[in-house]
């Protein structure tokens, strides 16, 4: 597949997140993709990035992902994003604080057939903990 294609494809990812349509994820994601950087407890494969998608905008039903600079490399593309949501619904074991946060991340994503076979990446998780005041520093903020 050609970086064009590869491109069409991640931005048809940016869509569907936007859709919430996750049961057309296959469309993407390769079946069998490996996930470097899983969640906590996330299993593997494209069933492994449904479950996390379904309970991050469950938890954050508002949750925006804005995409910034996207470097495109034939096989390769990388996303820096600014994700940003209330927490209404239960995260990771902790109840709903109601309070927003806006984190930045990173994702790099290794194409096959014009689907995402790899995907490596990092996200603010202590920022987003320090917003949200589940990190025990900032509780009452």
């Known amino acids: 597949m050609s970086a064009a294609q590869n491109q069409q494809a991640q931005e048809r990812l940016g869509e569907l997140l936007e859709q919430r349509a996750f049961d057309r994820f296959g469309e993407v994601w390769a079946e069998d993709v490996v996930d470097h950087d899983p969640a906590p407890g996330q299993a593997p494969g494209l069933a492994g990035i449904v479950d996390f998608w379904t309970e991050f905008t469950t938890a954050f039903p508002d949750l925006s992902l804005q995409p910034d600079p996207l ?3 034939h ?3 990388t996303a820096v994003f600014t994700i940003r949501g209330t927490h209404s619904g239960p995260f990771q074991g902790h109840e709903p604080t109601g309070r927003t946060f806006e984190v930045r991340g990173i994702q790099v994503s290794k ?11 990092a996200t603010d998780e202590k920022g987003l ?4 005041g589940l990190d025990g520093d900032s509780a009452g903020a």
Not at 111 to 121: C, H, L, S, T, V
Not at 129 to 132: C, G, I, R, S, T
């Open 75 to 77: 096989e390769h593309i």
């Open 129 to 132: 903990a320090a917003q949200l």
């Open 111 to 121: 194409f096959r057939d014009g689907k995402i076979a790899e995907r490596w990446g």
């Open 71 to 73: 470097v495109v490399a």
